[in-house]
């Protein structure tokens, strides 16, 4: 529940759009490890629909578009 996408960046971590929460979480399989990443930090309606990387850009689908430099 909660959980709108899902964005594989490497071959051991990906990132989940968690909608409910209004968080990205960056989960490391390899250190067994999940971080959140609050985007929406001051926003009010700021729900998550999808996530895409390209180009070392990660775009995440909400009411708007953010983009957030990977780099």
Avoid: W
Avoid at 50 to 70: F, K, V
């Amino acid at each position: 529940r909660g959980i709108m996408d899902i964005e594989l960046i490497t071959p051991h971590a990906g990132l989940v759009a968690d909608s409910e929460n209004r968080l990205i979480r960056l989960v490391d399989f390899m250190a067994d490890k999940v971080t959140s990443i609050d985007v929406c930090a001051g926003l009010q309606d700021c729900y998550f629909v999808s996530l895409s990387m390209a180009n070392e850009t990660l775009y995440i689908g909400t009411d708007d578009i953010l983009i957030l430099s990977c780099k």
